[in-house]
Structures are given as C-alpha cells and as structure tokens.
C-alpha cells in the first residue's frame, strides 16, 4: 500500500468522523503501529532484537491486511466498507 492510498483513506475517515467513530480509531490505530513498524528497525537491529523483526515486519503491513480484511468482508456482505472505493 502507497501513502497516497494511506492519505486517501484516512481523509474519508477524517471528513466522516463523526458517522463511523470506530472505524476512525481503528484506522488510526493501524497508522500507528505502520509507524511504529519502520520506526523499530534501526533499534532492533542496533541492539540485536531479533525476535522484534516478525513483529515489526507484521505492524509495517498491517494497514494492508487491515484492508484486505475489510475488503474481504464487504465482498461477503458481512461488514459495509465505504471508503473502499478511495482505494
């Protein structure tokens, strides 16, 4: 996922805030842990934590499989996803 693509689906979540409040913390929880998946590298790498690099590897993707998730569920109808179309 690009940051345009990033951008694009925090501005839906931003503008509709108040109609999908969840959503909106959901979303920026993924941001937050993206964030802290490239932030983590340089120390984990310093001081030799190499049980952090799944970890980290998993929060750099996370908003992907966040989206991939949610696709997944508006094409089998089980949650609506509006900000889809953005993508």
């Not at 996922?1 to 959503?23: G, N, Y």
């Amino acid at each position: 996922m690009d940051l345009d693509a990033l951008q694009r689906i925090k501005k839906w979540h931003v503008a509709h805030q108040q109609d999908h409040p969840v959503e909106y913390h959901i979303w920026d929880a993924m941001l937050v842990l993206w964030v802290m998946g490239w932030v983590g590298w340089l120390p984990a790498l310093t001081f030799g934590a190499w049980w952090a690099v799944p970890l980290l590897a998993f929060a750099m993707s996370a908003p992907s499989l966040y989206v991939a998730w949610r696709a997944r569920a508006h094409r089998q109808r089980r949650l609506r996803c509006d900000w889809l179309a953005v993508r």
